[in-house]
């Protein structure tokens, strides 16, 4: 998936009291899953993504990035004979800011507690041939990490919100 990204931790740091980093994400995504009824899919998510960030609110005079990880489960429900869907997935999340080592110091990282994270995608796919299907979706990506001690001197909530393209390979 390729996407934009925001991110927000809400505090009293710096006397602004909203700490926000906007950048690109790349991630990716394997979900198992199998038909239980007719047009209607249930199954696994592990996804990955990360967020390169050079000097920010975040990652204070030295590149950074947000890594983050994905495990839940979800359903995607197929409207045939055009074989678009619709999915939602509810997952356990957790976010690492890692620090880029500098001259002056060295590489560093920074947990989150566990959170909640949520997709909705909305996609197409296309059969190539008789059990393969390849296709492109939309997928919008909440994450709410509490508390996000990823923000120095805050233990208020760090929030994600991704909205992004992706391909897709469906065996059938």
Do not use: C
């Not at 060295?106 to 059990?131: I, R």
């Amino acid at each position: 998936m390729l996407a934009v990204s925001s991110w927000r931790v809400d505090s009293g740091l710096e006397q602004r009291g909203v700490l926000k980093e906007t950048g690109a994400v790349g991630a990716g995504a394997v979900d198992v899953g199998a038909a239980v009824v007719d047009n209607i899919i249930l199954r696994g998510r592990l996804s990955a993504g990360w967020e390169l960030m050079q000097d920010g609110p975040f990652a204070r005079d030295r590149d950074a990035a947000f890594v983050y990880g994905m495990l839940g489960a979800g359903a995607d429900y197929y409207f045939m004979p055009l074989n678009l869907y619709v999915g939602a997935t509810l997952a356990l999340a957790g976010v690492s800011l890692v620090e880029v080592e500098t001259r002056n110091r060295p590489a560093h990282a920074l947990h989150s507690k566990a959170g909640v994270g949520f997709d909705l995608d909305v996609g197409k796919e296309w059969w190539v041939t008789g059990n393969w299907g390849m296709g492109v979706a939309l997928r919008v990506r909440l994450l709410s990490l509490a508390p996000a001690n990823i923000a120095r001197g805050s233990d208020s909530a760090l929030t994600g919100l991704q909205v992004g393209a992706m391909f897709s390979a469906t065996y059938n």
